[in-house]
Structure formats: C-alpha cells, structure tokens
C-alpha cells in the first residue's frame, strides 16, 4: 500500500510539474528574442542560435547553467551601483523561468501563441541609408595562436566638417571579428602607416591606431547597441580625415575573411549642434597616484587614478563611460567627488573581461561641476590563480600597448554643460524603472517609442509592426487637442521603422504622441524643451 502511494505522489508532482513548467511560445521566446537572439542568430556573433524552439531545446542545460550564473547575457557594469542605457540584464524572474523551463522538460506550448520570429539583417539595427559608410578592404585574419588587432585607414572623403548623430560597426565576419574601434586621423599618420605596411590590407597595431592625435569615434562590441546622441548633441567628423578602423581577429580565427564596414548617421546641418568628444581622461601614464602602473610577478595590487580639482574642468555633461584595462584585470570602477563632497557614481565592474568591453552610454545625462574630482580604482591579478593571466609562471608586468601589458585607461564621452541638460533622458526603461513588458516591446526595441525624450528640436518615433498597416501618428496636447499630425493614413511596412519629425516651434510642455493602426493604437507622453 505504501509502495501505491509513493508512486500515486510521483505521478501526481510529475503532472503538477508539468502544467506549472514555464513553455517555450508564451514564457521563454519573449526573454530570449528580448535579451538574447540579437547575438544567438544564424550569422551572429554568438557560436548557435536560439530563435526556434528546436535550437533553444538542444541548447537548453548550458543556457539555464550560463543564465543561473548570470554569464548570459554579457554585461559587465554592476547595476547596484549605477544603471546604464540598454542594459542586457535578466530579471531574477527571468531567469527562473528559463530554469524551470528547463527543469519541467522544456514544453513547446501552443506555438500559434508564440511571438514572431525576429529577423536580422546584415546591415546593421538602425533603419534608413547611412549617410557615409566605410568599408575595409576584405581581411584574411592570420591570428592562429594569438590576437590580432589590424587597423585599417580609409579616406572619408567629406569636404565639409560633419556631425556623428548615429554610428555603428557591421561585422563582416561575425564570426572572426571581436570587437572594433573607430579613429578619425587629420594628420595622415594612420594612411603613411597603412601605405607602407607589409600586410596585404591594412598595418598592425594593438593599443592605438599609431598616433596620439587620432579622434575616438567609437566602439562596437557583440551584442551592443549602435551609438548615438540624443539631441542635439553630435561627434564632429573633420572634413578630410581618414577613418581608421581597428578590428580585433582572436585566436584561432587565421584563414577567416572579413569586410567589416562602418555606418555614420549625420546631423541634417551642423547649426546649433553641440559638440562631443571622447577622451581618456583617466589614463595610467598622468593621474595614476600609485605610479608606476606595475604589477609584480606572484602579486596582486590596488591601483588609483585621479584628476584632482585643482585640475579646473569647465561645467561639463557626462553621456558615457569606456573603462579599459588588459588581462591582469580583476574590477575596476569610476567615480567623481563633486566641490561639495558628494560621490556621483559612474560605472563599476565587479568582475573584468578583456574580451567583452562596451562604451556605456548614461540613462540620464549627468552634469560634472567643475571642481570635481574624477577617480578609478583597479584591482590586478598577476598570480598563477588568474585564468586569464598571459603568463605562465606570471612575470612582472608593466604598461604598455600589447596584450601582455597592462593599462588603466577611463574614456569619457562629454559635452560643454548647458542648463537642462541633467534631465535629459536616453533610456526611459531604465530611468523610470519600468521596463516595458512584452505586449509592449519586441527584439529590443518598443512596439512605439520615441526618443529623444526630451527634446528640442528633432523627434525619432520608432516602431515595429507584424505586418504592413495604414498608420497615423497625431501630437496631442494634454487636453486631447491636435497640435502636429505627422502622418495621415501612411503605409508602414512590416518589422522595424523610424520616422524623424520637426518639434520647433511647439511651446515647451508635455504632448502625448499617439500611433494609429487598424490593429491598435498606441500612445507615448513627450516632453518638449526649449
């Protein structure tokens, strides 16, 4: 009798298990196209993909392993300590369902209830033609044992300054490339270095691009999101220059091909926009406080950096943040001490990984007063228990530009402070803590968003639709009243599409914008500044 009721209890937890297992359509799709599938793709950086039930059942015991670690998705910047924009981050909700979903057998579910399936593209996530792309010549990567970071030098061709709005980097190769860097050289330096290089396409070269004078553009790492500056912030171009484009080939990629190419967004005109730069303003060879950078073999060691206040900076508005440190790196975080004593936390990362850098773009501007004290605290690691050490047994350490060196670099991207500019927002989800559930948001991007929001000028409204539909998107006051109607009865193709629109001339105050289908109507508050 005991021996019946035992196994009357199996049968039964085994049935309850099963109708409370999470399901792949309804349950675990929506997370994995959300956070995962923009890498986990045919022809994504990520080795297999994720967007079919089929793919995410054979893949599922290191999926839930890597999710329960947090190792999937990669992001290194530590929430607690501050938010980025676009954070690829699971909730704890999240997670658990990926886990139990695995654990209750991985049911399919209803697949009619399943989201559509998203598609990517080669050329890029942001929609419309690029105002300058910028291409390699096609690359036969040669790293068998060891990195390469090859960097290639091409004219712009502009005769006009030009202000980046919009960049990304489009992998040729996703499967060799790592990660790149984008330079602007007005100098010619980088174009001499390529001219008389001995390699077939381009001249290798691993901290920089072969000059100091070279103007940081940008970076592209897998799974980012393209950079851009809200309104009306831009990142001149110099008429003339050459774009220096330096890709990462790792170990074990010799014999791949790669054509990696660049896309640039500009500013319509160059009136009224605001200039940003990016600068290493931390960097290990001026404001390190416990100089020199080294790191004895068999040791580990604290390092600080500062740009004391007595270093005067203007007012300025802090947009993102690059930390950089090689493989000795163990955490590192950045920080400022305003004139009244206060910390402004910038970023932390509690556990360092050469290979998946990022420049984080902010939430929220942040103003820097001047008088403010900008600080990084590293730790390195140069015993035989770092598994990334490049030494085996360690050896001394010390700055310097290759792989087996080490730095302690910031970059910061920033702008002359204006008023107001604290409360301009980049991400919403983060900065209002609501991220937007499922219904509402589909491969990373709103079904409706707008952005940047505020503005002041130039409105992106951004959507996705299943399928092509008639679409009407109408300005509102807070009353109901109609005060701009941007689209009437315009057809909207299917999947994703941005539109920009004129806000000039509406008194500064907050509109709702709303989007009109003959399947929904979807609406969105906007704040208009001036």
């Given at each position: 009798?005991?021996?019946?009721?035992?196994?009357?209890?199996?049968?039964?937890?085994?049935?309850?298990?099963?109708?409370?297992?999470?399901?792949?359509?309804?349950?675990?799709?929506?997370?994995?196209?959300?956070?995962?599938?923009?890498?986990?793709?045919?022809?994504?950086?990520?080795?297999?993909?994720?967007?079919?039930?089929?793919?995410?059942?054979?893949?599922?015991?290191?999926?839930?392993?890597?999710?329960?670690?947090?190792?999937?998705?990669?992001?290194?910047?530590?929430?607690?300590?501050?938010?980025?924009?676009?954070?690829?981050?699971?909730?704890q909700a999240d997670i658990n369902t990926i886990v139990n979903w695995v654990a209750g057998g991985t049911p399919q579910g209803n697949p009619a209830l399943a989201p559509p399936t998203p598609t990517y593209g080669l050329h890029g996530m942001i929609p419309g033609t690029p105002d300058l792309v910028v291409k390699i010549p096609t690359?036969?990567?040669?790293?068998?044992?060891?990195?390469?970071?090859?960097?290639?030098?091409?004219?712009?061709?502009?005769?006009?300054?030009?202000?980046?709005?919009?960049?990304?980097?489009?992998?040729?190769?996703?499967?060799?490339?790592?990660h790149v860097l984008v330079y602007a050289d007005t100098t010619g330096v980088c174009a001499h270095l390529d001219s008389i290089?001995?390699?077939?396409?381009?001249?290798?070269?691993?901290?920089?691009?072969?000059?100091?004078?070279?103007?940081?553009?940008?970076?592209?790492?897998?799974?980012?999101?393209?950079?851009?500056?809200?309104?009306?912030?831009?990142?001149?171009?110099?008429?003339?220059?050459?774009?220096?484009?330096?890709?990462?080939?790792?170990?074990?990629?010799?014999?791949?091909?790669?054509?990696?190419?660049?896309h640039f967004y500009f500013a319509p005109t160059t009136t009224g926009i605001r200039d940003v730069y990016i600068n290493p303003i931390l960097y290990h060879t001026a404001p390190i406080i416990d100089s020199p950078l080294f790191v004895a073999a068999n040791t580990t060691r604290k390092f600080t950096e500062e740009l004391p206040s007595i270093f005067t900076l203007p007012d300025l508005t802090l947009l993102g943040v690059f930390p950089h440190m090689h493989l000795l790196g163990q955490s590192i975080k950045t920080y400022g001490i305003h004139p009244a004593g206060d910390t402004d936390k910038f970023i932390r990362i509690n556990k360092w990984d050469f290979h998946w850098q990022g420049f984080y773009m902010l939430p929220k501007l942040k103003k820097i007063p001047t008088g403010t004290s900008l600080r990084s605290e590293a730790f390195y690691d140069n015993t035989s228990s770092n598994p990334e050490n490049p030494h085996s047994p360690p050896q001394d350490v010390s700055a310097g530009e290759n792989t087996t060196n080490e730095m302690m670099i910031t970059f910061f991207a920033y702008a002359a402070y204006q008023a107001g500019d604290e409360n301009i927002i980049v991400d919403s989800a983060v900065v209002l803590s609501t991220p937007a559930q499922f219904a509402d948001y589909y491969h990373g991007q709103q079904l409706l968003d707008v952005c940047p929001n505020p503005t002041v000028k130039d409105l992106i409204v951004k959507c996705h639709l299943d399928e092509a539909d008639v679409c009407s998107i109408t300005l509102t006051d807070m009353e109901g009243r109609t005060v701009k109607q941007f689209m009437k009865d315009g057809k909207v193709n299917s999947g994703y599409s941005a539109f920009t629109y004129s806000v000039e001339g509406l008194p500064a105050g907050t509109y709702v914008l709303q989007m009109a289908t003959t399947q929904r109507i979807l609406s969105q508050k906007v704040v208009v500044m001036h």
């Open positions: 009798m005991k021996k019946l009721l035992l196994l009357a209890s199996i049968a039964f937890a085994q049935i309850a298990t099963a109708q409370t297992a999470p399901v792949w359509s309804t349950d675990v799709a929506p997370i994995l196209y959300n956070h995962c599938t923009a890498c986990h793709h045919d022809g994504g950086i990520a080795p297999f993909s994720l967007l079919t039930y089929s793919e995410a059942v054979a893949n599922s015991h290191p999926m839930s392993a890597d999710v329960s670690i947090r190792k999937m998705p990669p992001w290194m910047a530590d929430p607690t300590y501050s938010h980025m924009a676009h954070e690829r981050i699971l909730s690359y036969t990567s040669t790293a068998a044992t060891g990195d390469i970071y090859q960097c290639f030098a091409i004219p712009s061709g502009l005769l006009t300054d030009k202000y980046i709005t919009s960049f990304e980097a489009v992998p040729g190769n996703p499967a060799c490339v790592h290089s001995a390699d077939p396409a381009g001249y290798p070269d691993f901290g920089g691009v072969g000059t100091n004078s070279a103007i940081m553009l940008g970076v592209w790492v897998p799974g980012s999101e393209p950079m851009s500056y809200p309104s009306p912030f831009g990142l001149r171009l110099p008429k003339h220059s050459d774009v220096v484009v330096q890709v990462h080939y790792p170990a074990g990629t010799a014999g791949m091909q790669d054509s990696t190419e660049v």
